[in-house]
């Protein structure tokens, strides 16, 4: 297609040469869309996006009374370079991969999932109710910790795929109210018949030494390596085999993939339970690994941050394990602002916001080019 | 009796907000902007309000402040959605997500969170104001008696003027209505400020009206409850105050409870605009005539001279 353009490009050169240039208000711009950009340009548009983004971001921090010359060194020399914060980063990081992969697995399936925030809470509630009621063995506790959050977290996620696929009932909505039913549930649990009696806390009591994660090695967490191999299974889930090349076609053409034999409603609700799955297990490592106890307020922040690895990382599983990194860098820089600075945590969520605006825009530069219109031609 | 009397009274005090913030939804929704901020765009109104309650102590001003910045902070949807394209749907939630950090950290840093207001005296319509079991309903403060004149403004807008006609053409077939030589964009940003105007006003109705008082979040979901109102009511204004009058009996009736000392779990109690609300989705799309009146081109970004 090149062959056809450059004969008309370079007789608008030729023109442009002949003709005086016009004066700046009278030329005319017309939006063109791109037929395809190099991969490279679009990272370069990305990163240019994401720079403003930071740009932004930092003049915010900065007008909400951060040293400017601090910045740096909260939000990198003091999240990465610094061995206990490394780990604390590594901590906070998988619960996001997981919930970063949830988002992932719901929007292959076209489904918005904003039940994360809802799933975590099951997937908590199971795991703490298997602690509680001292299921099982010392030694088979932290698996059925584990099953029993999974199976919470899909069975939250199947009436909203359902209802959307059987009644076409809006599942933004439908997840949401799900979620404030279920923050009333944990707050009910926490503050009745599950909250701790040696306290005035409105928390459960602590579980039992087996029935937290245990450290590995070098004091990182069970939760980390667990959070890779279940990146991994999602990885191979939409990469290698067939339900994701299925998957595929769902995404492209429902109703052609329907014609070829998919079974697409399957497809679909499978991928959302999965999605409801894994924010269980995200519950599950926060309950489990950070915090030892079923408390009123674990998850928040990780829905709009599952949503958001996802969309960064174009529901890429590999994507989302770098982009989930750098949010629990986000995540633990913006503790400490909180500590150091009394700079609330609704900080590190406008931040999250501005980040989605500006790759969301960046978008449009990828998609369409700016072309001057001649001032004859139109 | 005079519980009902009671839940009665309050009603049209929880109601309110959510028939504003219904009525700026259909408002910009009818123009064929899908508008998922109303959350976002409530906790803005609702700050922006305390804040100028408590900077002026007037209630006038802090409703039109809260409508002003709802519709300043609109301008961002609107530069997402008519300017950049964006898919409707992520720019509605990154300006919901982008208004709750917004307004939470400038709740927290401007030291607003948890000031009491005074609240507005309230207006006796006085014959019905003496009624018996229902004189409550006829004691409110003034803006509950403009809200059903703020609703048939808009209806008598859509339904009656050129301009509300090119509108709802606007959100029908923007096509068409580009060829027959109306603004398409300019209709919709108008939709989108005018909407996000009386969203504002809902939230600031919340705030410095309803609660007195500003905490993180304060809404707790009411702005997704209203789409929801919007999607049953089938983008119709009245049927939208009726269900905004449903919401706010339901809402009005929990404190009752507590007040008359009914033992129910408490966080059950609280769940039930949430669970009334998934029900009557459920309800609603299980009926017949799913889609009917839903704007055209709702969602659908318009590009002019560009095949799809």
């Known amino acids: 297609m090149n062959e056809q353009v450059r004969p008309v490009m370079l007789e608008q050169v030729s023109q442009a040469a002949k003709q005086p240039k016009p004066p700046l208000l009278s030329r005319r711009y017309a939006l063109e869309i791109r037929q395809q950009l190099a991969w490279h340009w679009q990272a370069v548009i990305i990163g240019l996006a994401l720079l403003l983004g930071l740009g932004i971001s930092a003049a915010i921090l900065v007008a909400a009374g951060v040293p400017a010359g601090e910045l740096l060194n909260e939000f990198v020399v003091l999240t990465v370079f610094d061995a206990q914060s490394l780990k604390a980063v590594l901590f906070q990081a998988s619960p996001m991969i997981l919930v970063g992969l949830a988002g992932c697995m719901a929007f292959r399936a076209k489904f918005w999932n904003l039940g994360l925030e809802g799933q975590m809470i099951w997937g908590a509630i199971g795991a703490t109710a298997i602690s509680l009621l001292e299921v099982g063995p010392p030694a088979l506790r932290l698996p059925l910790m584990l099953a029993a959050a999974i199976g919470c977290g899909l069975a939250w996620a199947l009436a909203p795929v359902v209802f959307k696929l059987r009644l076409k009932v809006n599942e933004i909505i439908s997840t949401l109210m799900l979620n404030y039913l279920a923050i009333n549930f944990l707050l009910h649990l926490l503050y009745g018949s599950w909250k701790d009696p040696r306290s005035s806390f409105p928390y459960s009591p602590q579980f039992q030494p087996f029935e937290r994660l245990p450290e590995l090695f070098d004091g990182i967490s069970a939760a980390v390596p667990l959070a890779v191999v279940v990146a991994l299974l999602a990885l191979w889930f939409l990469g290698i085999s067939r339900a994701g090349l299925y998957l595929r076609f769902v995404d492209a053409n429902p109703r052609v993939a329907g014609a070829v034999g998919v079974p697409v409603q399957k497809m679909i609700i499978g991928t959302v339970l999965i999605s409801g799955a894994m924010a269980g297990i995200a519950g599950f490592l926060v309950t489990a690994g950070q915090e030892g106890r079923l408390t009123q307020s674990f998850y928040q922040g990780y829905g709009f941050s599952g949503i958001l690895i996802a969309f960064l990382a174009r529901n890429n599983p590999v994507a989302a394990l770098v982009v989930a990194l750098l949010m629990a860098m986000l995540f633990v820089a913006g503790r400490s602002l909180q500590v150091f600075y009394q700079i609330p945590f609704s900080m590190v969520q406008l931040i999250q916001a501005i980040l989605v605006i500006c790759v969301a825009s960046s978008d449009f530069f990828i998609r369409h080019r700016i072309r001057r219109v001649q001032g004859g031609e139109s | ?308």
Not at chain 2, 172 to 182: L, S
Request: glycine share 12%; aromatic share 8%; proline share 5%.
């Open chain 2, 1 to 308: 009796m005079d519980m009902i009397t009671n839940w009665l009274g309050n009603t049209p005090d929880f109601a309110v907000p959510f028939a504003l913030a219904a009525l700026g939804l259909i408002l910009t929704e009818r123009a064929g902007v899908l508008a998922l901020g109303a959350e976002g765009l409530m906790l803005v109104g609702a700050l922006a309000a305390i804040g100028a309650q408590l900077a002026y102590g007037s209630h006038g001003v802090s409703l039109l402040l809260a409508m002003g910045a709802a519709a300043v902070v609109s301008l961002l949807f609107a530069l997402m959605v008519l300017v950049l394209r964006i898919n409707q749907v992520i720019a509605g939630l990154a300006l919901v997500f982008f208004c709750q950090g917004l307004t939470g950290l400038l709740g927290t840093l401007l030291d607003w969170t948890n000031k009491p207001v005074k609240g507005q005296s309230a207006i006796e319509l006085w014959p019905l104001s003496e009624l018996p079991l229902l004189g409550k309903i006829f004691v409110q403060n003034p803006l509950v008696f403009m809200t059903p004149l703020i609703v048939l403004t808009v209806v008598a807008f859509l339904t009656r003027t050129t301009t509300g006609l090119r509108m709802r053409a606007v959100g029908e077939n923007p096509q068409a209505a580009d060829a027959a030589g109306i603004s398409v964009l300019g209709f919709r940003l108008v939709a989108i400020l005018a909407g996000s105007a009386l969203i504002g006003l809902a939230g600031g109705y919340i705030s410095v009206l309803s609660t007195k008082l500003w905490i993180a979040d304060m809404t707790g979901g009411r702005g997704w409850i209203a789409v929801a109102l919007v999607i049953f009511a089938r983008w119709s204004p009245w049927k939208a105050l009726a269900g905004a009058l449903l919401f706010g009996c339901i809402e009005a009736l929990i404190p009752q409870l507590a007040a008359a000392g009914v033992r129910l779990p408490q966080y059950f109690v609280l769940m039930t605009p949430y669970a009334v609300t998934l029900a009557v989705m459920i309800w609603v799309a299980s009926g017949k005539n799913v889609a009917g009146n839903q704007p055209g081109a709702l969602g659908i970004p318009f590009i002019r001279e560009e095949r799809r």
